[in-house]
């Protein structure tokens, strides 16, 4: 097993290979406007570092988010492709898992990440294998009952202590974290999500709904 992994559902454009057994080499860099600039010579960094060739690859694993649009449709679309390119499966991981994951506490506590518009992405873990809820968009202060007393990890945690208090991290999904979820999910015979987007809202760009109307003279 040779798996590919990466992410760019938040500002960290990030990129992992996994052999089954451990990583074996990784990149993360924090720019949340140059993803679609960043991620390929990410993956071939990955790939001089481990010394293999794309080719190598069995499998790749992306996050499917929750994210912003057009982050989050950088690394779908460039998994997508490598998956034809190379004629292997490619498996969708929520990115707020591989944030719980590389949390790695046991008891109960909230993963949140920032949605921007003053909301955040999140959702409830029973440990850092086992999420409970489904993702969520939502203002803090909206959910402030329902996560008083918990952990919180993750940008949007930190962003709002008001709601999130003591907050740590990791701050952003590593690859990494992705691999390691993946090919122990894989190896136990877990059937992982299809690799679609949790965008839970709509894109911010818009289509005009009215058109000007302009004629020749």
Not at 32 to 56: I, K, N, Q, S
Not at 82 to 106: E, I, Q, S
Not at 125 to 134: K, L
Request: charged share 20%; with cysteine; proline share 8%.
């Amino acid at each position: 097993m040779l798996l590919l992994a990466l992410d760019t559902a938040t500002p960290a454009v990030t990129v992992a290979l996994h052999d089954g057994e451990a990583v074996i080499a990784s990149s993360s860099q924090v720019d949340a406007r140059r993803h679609g600039e960043l991620l390929l010579p990410a993956v071939d960094r990955v790939l001089v570092e481990a010394g293999l060739r794309l080719d190598a690859v069995t499998g790749i694993v992306v996050g499917i988010g929750p994210g912003p649009y057009t982050g989050l449709r950088v690394g779908l679309m460039t998994a997508d492709t490598f998956g034809l390119a190379l004629g292997v499966p490619v498996h969708g991981v929520c990115t707020l898992d591989g944030l719980a994951y590389a949390a790695d506490l046991d008891g109960p506590f909230v993963v949140a990440t920032d949605a921007r518009r003053k909301e955040v992405y999140w959702a409830r873990y029973a440990d850092s294998r086992t999420r409970v809820t489904d993702p969520a968009v939502d203002r803090p202060a909206d959910i402030a009952d329902e996560v008083a007393g918990l952990p919180a990890v993750g940008a949007g945690a930190l962003l709002y202590p008001d709601t999130f208090p003591g907050a740590h991290e990791p701050e952003h999904v590593s690859a990494a974290a992705l691999a390691s979820l993946a090919a122990e999910r894989l190896a136990a015979g877990v059937e992982l999500p299809e690799p679609r987007p949790l965008y839970l809202r709509r894109p911010d760009a818009q289509v005009p709904k009215n058109y000007k109307v302009v004629t020749p003279k």
